[in-house]
C-alpha cells in the first residue's frame, strides 16, 4: 500500500518513544498525535486535572479506533476476509510464548535491573540533590551549566529506559517465536531483531548516562556499579541471543535518505 502522507512508514516501532526529543516527530503518525494531544492540553489550562484525564483517555481511545480502522481497511485491501479473521483469533487465540532458558534469564535480568532501580530511587528521592552539587560543578573539565545539565539528562534517561529495555527485549522473544523467514534478508529485518536492537540501543544509553553520574557522584560508587554491572550483562546475553540484531535497519533512524532531518 502506496504511503500517501509524509510520515515515515513503521517508524515507531523501532524508536525510544522519547518524542519529545525525537527529530522524526512531525515524520511520525504516533509522535504527531502525541504532539496535538499537547498542544489540546495547553489551550486548556484552565481545566481541571480530571478533565486533562479525560481528554488523555479520549485520545487514547481514539488512537486505537483509527489503528482498528486502518487495520480492517490493510486487510481488505489485501483481499482477505476481515470478519473472519476476527472470528479466528477470537477461537483460536495465539500460543503463550515459551521462552527459552536464555531468554528467561533475560527477562529475569532485565526485570530486576528495572525494579533495583526503582526501588533504590523511590527510598532515596532526593539522592542526586547534594547540597554542594554546584561546588562539584566548579571544579569540573565542563563549564558548570553544562555538567548539572548533563546531570539532569542522565537522571532522566535511566528513568525513562528503566522499564523499556524489559519491554523490548519481550517482544523481541515472542517475535522470534511466532514468525518463519523465508529469506536471509527477511530474517535480518525482522520484527525481534529490531526489537533486541532497540533494547540494546536503550542499554547502552543507560549505561553512558549512569557513567555520567558516577563520574558526578562518586560516593554512589557501590550502587551505580552494581546497576552497570546488571547492563552488561544484559547486553552480553542479548548479543548472544541476537547476533544480527546490530544489522536491523530502523526505518527512518538507519536510513541515509533521511539523515538531512536533525
Ligand atoms: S519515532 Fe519519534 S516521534 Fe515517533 S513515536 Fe518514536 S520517538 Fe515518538
Known amino acids: 500500500m502506496k504511503n500517501k502522507t509524509k510520515n515515515i512508514p513503521f517508524v515507531h516501532n523501532y524508536c525510544d518513544r522519547w518524542c519529545e526529543r525525537c527529530r522524526f516527530v512531525d515524520r511520525c503518525a504516533v509522535g504527531s498525535s502525541e504532539k496535538l494531544l499537547e498542544t489540546e492540553l495547553k489551550m486548556e489550562l484552565a481545566l481541571t486535572e480530571e478533565k486533562k484525564q479525560e481528554i488523555m483517555w479520549q485520545h487514547v481511545a481514539n488512537n486505537f479506533a483509527e489503528t482498528a480502522q486502518l487495520l480492517e481497511k490493510m486487510i481488505k485491501e489485501a483481499g482477505l476476509d476481515y470478519e473472519e479473521i476476527c472470528r479466528e483469533v477470537k477461537e483460536n487465540p495465539p500460543p503463550e510464548t515459551v521462552l527459552t532458558d536464555r531468554q528467561e534469564a533475560i527477562k529475569e535480568l532485565t526485570m530486576d535491573y528495572a525494579k533495583d532501580m526503582m526501588d533504590w530511587m523511590e527510598k532515596n528521592p532526593k539522592i542526586f540533590e547534594s547540597e554542594d ?128 532531518i536533525k
Open 133 to 260: 552539587l554546584t561546588s562539584r560543578a566548579m571544579v569540573q573539565k565542563d563549564e558548570p551549566e553544562q555538567f548539572l545539565n548533563a546531570i539532569k539528562d542522565a537522571i532522566h534517561t535511566v528513568n525513562w529506559f528503566c522499564f523499556f529495555i524489559s519491554v523490548k527485549a519481550q517482544r523481541a522473544f515472542s517475535g522470534k517465536q511466532e514468525y518463519i523467514y523465508d529469506t536471509k534478508e527477511e530474517l535480518l529485518q525482522s520484527d525481534h531483531n529490531g526489537s533486541a536492537k532497540v533494547a540494546l540501543i536503550a542499554v547502552g544509553r543507560s549505561i553512558k548516562a549512569w557513567e555520567v553520574l558516577l563520574n558526578a557522584f562518586p560516593e554512589l560508587d557501590f550502587v551505580i556499579i552494581g546497576y552497570l554491572a546488571q547492563l552488561q550483562k544484559i547486553s552480553r546475553n542479548l548479543l548472544l541471543e541476537f547476533p544480527d540484531a546490530g544489522k536491523f535497519i530502523r526505518p527512518g533512524f538507519d536510513e541515509e535518505k533521511y539523515d538531512h
